[in-house]
């Protein structure tokens, strides 16, 4: 679960990160996916495992122990990380007896038929407003000696999820270090602990909270895994060619300052949101897909970061589904894959086998009809680009002009007097400019973005009786 108190804006203070867990020797990383129920139209947890099935998906990651979900995945071959909730660590930490019950009871009860392979013992723990930042070690202690005694700890790993807000320093990322008051109270002890049982640091990771509370300093080719300059770390001399990787390394740095070189990193959380508010820049379908296609393809390369180039990289994708019971910002409902219907929000390779078949931006099939439900036609189909209605006036005023100016849109229709003047707002003539120039390119992937005030729709748009085109 997003914990948006973790998300504020500090200018390339952005989250945290990663890598491999399990299967170090892999040549690839592997991709899993958060199943989140904050909502009251999700499908069945029955359901939930043969749509994981029929994506390829073999990992998945909960936020409780919910008996029906977990029984649910028995003898499903997916390896599930399950959570003990925060209001659960003063408990958990004042007595094993307690965390004796409740591996007894929420564990070992469905293990091995529910492949359960960790276990995440609170979440964002630091930035949690009811203080139980002081219960976590002591909690993850009890937890792993009740494993233990079950003899359970040799297949079951303990982590802790936690935000990059956790960082005093990430930019550049070689300077990455832990916030002070931090360190010896809890990190130091987590990170031992993690040693100790040879488990790894689950980390949140969020490159569009870090682009968007700093977009004029944030190339969104740079988040977005696309082709960009790059950034030199004035530190190392490192180039990164994303935000992603920087993040990462901006983590591996603080551990090694404390000489924890050793421990491994998971991405227990990391993903872009189809929708926002209009202050939550680059909110979109388009650029959603661009950031999760992206990523997946990037972790089954099996290519690690700069700092760490031979340690592939292992993903859990936020989220599986669209949650409407989330608050906060319109983002935070907008996070997922798939709509509760069980179709797809966009299209994105999710396997090695996509990857290969996928067109040579690696996103895939990326388009979003004006009705929120996906359409099966491909981008190679009929696909139109418009505005998105939830983008600022002065945002989308500047992106058509660009479009009109130096993009080489055809705006003539959209003139006084001309075809497509009326109606004479500004979300109609920019869905016109910005399917002028998405056409003209060829409806290239990225071309319906103008600064995440566009979206790509399988839908025909209908403003007036303007007609759109579909090529020139």
Same mark, same amino acid.
């Given at each position: ?24 020797? #892999?040549?690839?990383g ?14 069945t ?13 073999n990992?998945v990651k ?24 925060n ?47 002081k219960?976590l ?64 640091l689950?980390v ?11 977009? +004029?300093?944030?190339?969104?080719d ?16 490192l180039?990164?060619?994303?935000? &992603? ?14 000489k ?19 202050n ?10 661009s950031?999760?296609?992206n ?7 099996? #290519? ?10 292992d ?5 599986l589904?669209n ?6 910002p ?15 929000? !966009? ?34 189909g ?5 505005? #998105? ?6 945002k989308l ?12 849109? +055809? ?9 497509? !003047?009326?109606?004479n ?14 056409q ?7 071309t ?17 009786n303007?007609? &759109?085109?579909t090529?020139?």
């Amino acid at each position: 679960m997003l914990c948006k108190l973790s998300m504020a804006p500090l200018a390339f203070s952005f989250f945290f990160i990663l890598i491999t867990f399990f299967s170090s020797s #892999s040549e690839a990383g592997s991709v899993g996916i958060n199943y989140g129920r904050v909502a009251n139209d999700l499908p069945t947890p029955a359901k939930v495992v043969e749509l994981l099935k029929a994506q390829g998906l073999n990992r998945v990651k909960l936020y409780d122990t919910d008996a029906t979900v977990l029984t649910a995945f028995a003898n499903s071959g997916i390896k599930v990380v399950v959570a003990m909730p925060n209001e659960l660590l003063a408990n958990a930490a004042a007595d094993q007896s307690f965390t004796d019950a409740w591996v007894q009871a929420n564990i070992s009860t469905y293990y091995p038929a529910t492949q359960i392979e960790a276990i995440a013992v609170g979440n964002e723990v630091f930035v949690d407003p009811n203080n139980t930042t002081k219960f976590l070690v002591p909690a993850m202690k009890n937890v792993h000696a009740s494993l233990t005694k079950y003899n359970l700890d040799k297949n079951i790993k303990i982590s802790s999820p936690i935000a990059l807000s956790a960082l005093q320093n990430s930019f550049p990322a070689s300077s990455g270090s832990f916030k002070t008051e931090l360190v010896e109270p809890v990190i130091k002890p987590m990170l031992d602990l993690l040693r100790q049982t040879g488990s790894y640091l689950m980390v949140n990771a969020y490159p569009f909270f870090a682009y968007a509370a700093n977009s +004029d300093k944030i190339s969104l080719d740079y988040a977005l895994f696309k082709e960009n300059p790059g950034v030199v770390d004035s530190g190392n001399g490192l180039k990164y060619t994303n935000l &992603f990787d920087a993040q990462i390394d901006a983590v591996f740095a603080a551990m090694s300052a404390l000489k924890y070189e050793d421990v491994k990193i998971a991405v227990s959380e990391t993903g872009w949101p189809s929708a926002g508010d209009s202050n939550e820049i680059g909110a979109s379908p388009d650029n959603a897909a661009s950031y999760n296609g992206n990523l997946v393809k990037r972790v089954m390369s099996g #290519s690690g970061t700069p700092l760490k180039q031979n340690e592939s990289l292992d993903v859990f994708l936020f989220a599986l589904f669209n949650e409407n019971q989330k608050t906060g910002p319109t983002s935070e409902r907008n996070y997922g894959l798939f709509y509760p219907t069980e179709k797809k929000v !966009y299209d994105i390779p999710l396997t090695a086998e996509e990857i290969k078949e996928a067109p040579p931006s690696g996103v895939g099939k990326s388009q979003v009809p004006v009705s929120g439900e996906v359409s099966t036609t491909t981008s190679k189909g009929q696909t139109w680009c418009v505005a #998105s209605g939830g983008s600022s006036e002065k945002k989308l005023q500047n992106a058509l002009n660009y479009a009109c100016g130096e993009g080489g849109a +055809d705006c003539t229709p959209i003139q006084p007097g001309a075809t497509c !003047y009326n109606p004479n707002t500004l979300e109609a003539h920019a869905s016109y400019a910005f399917n002028s120039y998405y056409q003209k390119k060829a409806r290239a992937s990225g071309t319906c973005d103008f600064g995440g005030t566009a979206y790509v729709v399988t839908q025909p748009p209908k403003y007036g009786n303007c007609e &759109f085109p579909t090529g020139y």
